[in-house]
């Protein structure tokens, strides 16, 4: 073993060291809701009026609504407060790494009986509970999940203002009859449709599970809020985004107060998926392009927007395919490589390749996905379980299947707004003829079975039950 070799060998040594340190940094990473990194605080209320058999379901419902995040202290860490007439820090944030351990703790918290001192308790989260999180600036949402029965005793507002001027966002979950609406208000964050939730009674909190899961989700992975018409909604405002306003050339839209961008065979929209979407997709969103498809031939196979892996594995895609008359929603699965929800539009797809402004919508739910197009409800299919998407890949914008090629669509709107119930507000008018909307206004029926005239304005849960539109 000479000296050379020996420096030859310490050369090479650190040559593969290097080498690890970097595959490691480009190890894929999932992203999605259970990766996000919160502190949630939870404040129930243990006071008289709740009763032991209803704590207990207090209780539960808390575990149930924990499940879906990752708990450790990189991603998701939890702490319990139980109050009456003072807070009793029950679990402090962090102290469990590993949700079947916190779930343990959670059920064994025992019941305090008092009376309903609210505005302490959130006070005594904001001062000593959030505060005392060892990740500070790491944390990237501050959350507290307020559960009560009764009125406070105690003034709300003032531990309420203080939450949210230290950036903690407060929901506020009341149950019961005793409760005043007026209270939850002032204890959650505005809008309080998003931030207020509302049981009958402890038997029906389970109800607003999937609602409050999927509002905490849209809270970790949602950070960003689009202004439209009087409300914010949070969502991915993809035109800014991708820098669609920036490449592409601008053109009227469908309206004179619409503007629209037309994408050259040249204009390449390519942004890392990191930059776009950092904390992943939520688990239920709804896409909606605005978009015309002029000159472009039918026979084209293209991906209007799709998310890719590192190695191009497809974690979402919304694909139109003027060939087979479909439009196909891909997503992540967690039994195979990927999942696909065709929706045969038929003669309906013909319209996609008229010339026209065309409004495509697609509703992605827990188990299941909805196509629109125009406004008309094209199929339901269901969705098995996803995972979350890898997020150090690419995120494109209409390229041919497999390939970089840009397909040059003209695009009004490409956004994603995390909550599903915005898909019922998202209504096409924005490419209807003022004419159109009047009748679809008035829901005259001799409309709806006619192709390509967009079918009246009506909410989901209408067009279900009548079927009439589908
Ligand atoms: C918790 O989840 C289980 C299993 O899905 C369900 O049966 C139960 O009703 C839920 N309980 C509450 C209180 O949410």
Known sequence: ????????????SVILLLTTVDAAEEEDVRAGCSTAVNDLVYIIDGSWSVGVSD???????????????????????????????????????????????LIKAIRSISYLGGNTQTGRAIKFAVDHVFASSQRGNLVKNRIAVVVTDG??????????????????????VGVGTEITTSELISIANKPSSTYVLYAEDY?????????????????????????????????????VGMNIQTKAKKIPGSLVSETAYALAASTD???????????????????????????????????????????????????????????????????????????????????????????????????????????????????????????????????????????PVEIQKLRLYCDPHQSERETACEIYSFFNVLQGDRGEPGLTGEPGLPGPKVRLGEQQSHGRFE
């Open 55 to 101: 704590f207990d379901t207090a209780k539960q419902w808390l575990i149930n609504i924990t499940s879906q995040f990752d708990i450790s202290s990189h991603y998701t860490q939890v702490a319990v407060i139980q109050y009456s007439d003072t807070p009793r820090l029950e679990i402090p944030l962090g102290k469990h790494q590993g949700v079947a351990e």
């Open 203 to 239: 038997t029906t909190i389970d109800r607003i599970r999937d609602s409050m899961e999927q509002k905490l989700c849209e809270e970790s992975v949602c950070p960003t809020r689009i202004p439209v018409a009087s409300r914010d909604e949070k969502g991915f405002e993809l035109m």
């Open 269 to 407: 929209i390519t942004e890392n998926t990191r930059e776009i979407f950092p904390e992943g997709l939520p688990p239920s969103y709804v896409f909606v392009s605005t978009l015309r498809l002029k000159g472009i031939s039918s026979k084209l196979s293209f991906d209007l927007w799709r998310v890719l892996s590192k190695d191009k594995a497809i974690q979402a895609a919304v694909t139109l395919s003027g060939k087979d008359k479909t439009v196909t929603f891909t997503t992540t699965s967690t039994t195979e490589k990927e999942q696909k929800a065709v929706f045969k539009t038929g003669f309906q797809v013909g319209t996609l390749y008229d010339g026209k402004w065309h409004q495509i919508k697609v509703l992605v739910r827990h188990r299941q996905v909805t196509g629109f197009l125009d406004d008309q409800r094209i199929q339901e299919l269901m969705l098995k379980p996803v995972e979350p998407i890898y997020i150090n890949g690419e995120t494109q914008v209409s390229k041919r299947r497999g390939t970089d090629i840009t397909v």
């Open 1 to 12: 073993f000479s000296y050379r070799a020996m420096l030859l060998w310490s050369v090479w």
């Open 151 to 172: 009125k406070s005793q105690d003034d709300v507002v003032d531990a309420s203002m203080e939450a949210r001027a230290q950036s903690i966002t407060v929901f506020a």
